[in-house]
């Protein structure tokens, strides 16, 4: 990666975290209002939206972790990389929990242009060389094309793992002085500034910048998937974080920000930046802050099992670092080295994660028309070769077979899980609220009939520049909460993606979904 300096390295630390903390991606600032509303309760919840993943009761004291992502705006500019760290950022969002992933979806949208052709290409091989290596199925998900995708592809990937209840972790801090861990890949200025990245729309002939797209390493992922799950089995941990959108920044601030809303406790954190292990040279406090590097995680570590957690990592041939710990004063406090002179810098916690609103008018979705063509049946084909829909022995019901929906071999508990996916199909274009309730029914058809009881469902929510697509992301999730309150499927966790377009033009609404049933053997 190239060693040159970036913008973040002009910045002081207070402008960095600013810039990063209230961008769309980490602060929900437009739609948090909205989701809100979505109906997120049921019997068989056991953590809701808020987390890395929800998660839901499948009986006899096993869970799934469920989670859907985006990386859309990587996957335009470089599609091989930008799919490739979208696989990773999922799988790392389900095993933070402390669940072993059991299986992948994706969900892609392309233009109709001739970039479209190469586009999905790249966004084929970087699922699979990630999924394949990591030993994940890509179990299903769904091709289209419309022209309204020609200047912002969408990559929607979900994934499920399987957890003993006994073995959840939350992404928290709860006590003073425990050890906040750094642990996995080295951190470098690849992936700088992606929440920013993902937070704007493209400009029509702009440069597009490469350093915002993060590098994947699939094997060493691999080997902190296998930490992390033993480590889960231990009562070794008080929590867990990928280091995913913001980095370091914001998997520090955010288990230290649920830890006060759990605790009520005016907690804090102390974190070294000269302790960060490094890959490029230089690197200012913004920029190891910013930067998105992939296969990172940090884990908040019981003090007294300090040397176990390294221990293990070790085992696993993974560089892990004591970075810093857990405080009783509310305040997130820097140190680092400034021209051979230690210093200290200190913020509010409050202040950095506390929610914050833009308000958008809500103007009603003015149609685009076009036509919403689904891939023919030879793309699917020379696509789906290239996963690997079998590994893992579970897959009984995959993508060899007709229909939107896998079936998964849960023998644990001998029963089987019942996997279906679903979109709108281009019916928001028209009227929103038709084209989720569209999308809902059509998933819980295809659980209803393979004879399963539905759950719980995520969802993906992808939309263009706020200021003309608002009102449709409005009647969407009011139309969502409504459908799911009817039918008593609650939303377990999900992702909004805005800022989808370039230039003026915006894509169409376009809601994913995916609804998980268990039935009877």
């Known amino acids: 990666m190239s060693e040159a300096k970036t913008k973040f390295a002009e ?31 049921g019997e068989h919840i056991i953590q809701g939206p808020g987390e890395n993943a929800g998660i839901l009761d ?16 990587p996957s335009h500019v470089k599609p091989a990389e930008g ?6 950022g999922i799988i790392r969002d389900i095993f933070t929990m402390g669940a072993r992933p059991i299986a992948l979806l994706d969900n892609l949208r392309f233009g109709a242009d001739q970039r479209a052709t190469w586009l999905l290409r ?11 290596c990591i030993g994940i199925p890509v179990v299903g998900g769904e091709i289209f094309f419309d022209r309204t995708y020609n200047g912002n592809c969408l990559v929607n990937v979900c994934c499920m793992g399987l957890v003993p209840q006994k073995n959840i972790i939350y992404g928290n801090a709860l006590t003073t002085d425990s050890d906040l861990i750094y642990v996995g890949a080295r951190t470098g200025r690849d992936g700088m ?21 993060q590098d994947d390493d699939p094997f060493l992922e691999k080997l902190l998937l296998e930490a992390c799950v033993e480590l889960a089995e231990t009562n070794w941990l008080e929590g867990m974080q990928d280091m995913g959108a913001a980095g370091l920044l914001c998997s ?11 605790t009520g406790l005016p907690l804090g954190a102390i974190v070294d930046l000269d302790l960060i292990p490094a890959k490029a040279g230089g690197m200012t406090p913004p920029e190891f802050l910013c930067s998105e590097s992939q296969e990172r995680m940090m884990v908040v570590g019981k003090r007294p099992y300090r040397e176990r957690i390294l221990e293990k990592f070790t085992n696993w041939d993974l560089e892990a670092v004591v970075v810093g710990e857990v405080t009783l004063d509310g305040k997130y406090t820097l140190l680092y080295t400034e021209n051979g002179q230690r210093k200290a810098t200190a ?62 071999d849960i023998d644990e508990i001998g029963k089987d899980l019942v996997v279906a996916w679903s979109s709108d199909e281009g019916r928001s274009d028209v009227n929103p609220r038709i084209g989720i309730e569209y999308a809902f029914q059509k998933a819980y058809r295809h659980i209803k009939d393979q004879g399963a009881k539905p759950l719980g469902l995520t969802n993906c929510l992808n939309f263009g520049y706020p200021a003309d697509s608002m009102g449709a992301f409005a009647e969407t999730v009011e139309g969502l909460s409504s ?12 992702n909004v993606s805005l800022y989808n377009g370039t230039g003026e033009h915006s894509i169409k609404p376009t809601p994913i979904l995916v609804m998980v049933g268990i039935k009877d053997k």
């Open 11 to 41: 910045m002081s630390i207070e402008e960095a975290i600013r810039d990063t903390m209230h961008s769309e991606h980490c602060s929900y600032k437009s739609t948090r209002k909205f989701l809100a509303g979505l109906h997120t309760t």
């Open 58 to 73: 499948l009986g006899q004291g096993l869970a799934l972790a469920l989670r859907i992502e985006s990386h859309n705006h």
């Open 83 to 88: 799919a490739a760290t979208g696989v990773g």
């Open 122 to 132: 790249g966004v084929a091989e970087g699922i699979s060389r990630y999924g394949n």
């Open 193 to 213: 500034g992606g929440a920013s990245f993902a937070s704007k729309t493209f400009q029509e002939d702009a440069p597009r910048d490469e350093k915002a797209i």
């Open 252 to 262: 520090t601030t955010e288990v230290i920000h649920r830890g006060q809303k759990k």
């Open 347 to 408: 913020m509010s916690i409050k202040e950095i994660c506390e929610p914050i609103d833009q308000e958008w008018p809500l103007t009603p979705w003015r149609t685009q028309g076009g036509e919403y063509r689904k891939a023919s049946k030879s793309t699917i084909a020379s696509v789906w070769h290239q996963y690997d829909w079998r590994v893992g022995t579970r897959t009984i019901k995959g993508p060899n077979e007709p229909g939107h929906f896998a079936v998964l």
């Open 483 to 494: 459908i799911c309150r009817q039918y008593e499927v609650p939303v377990v966790s999900g």
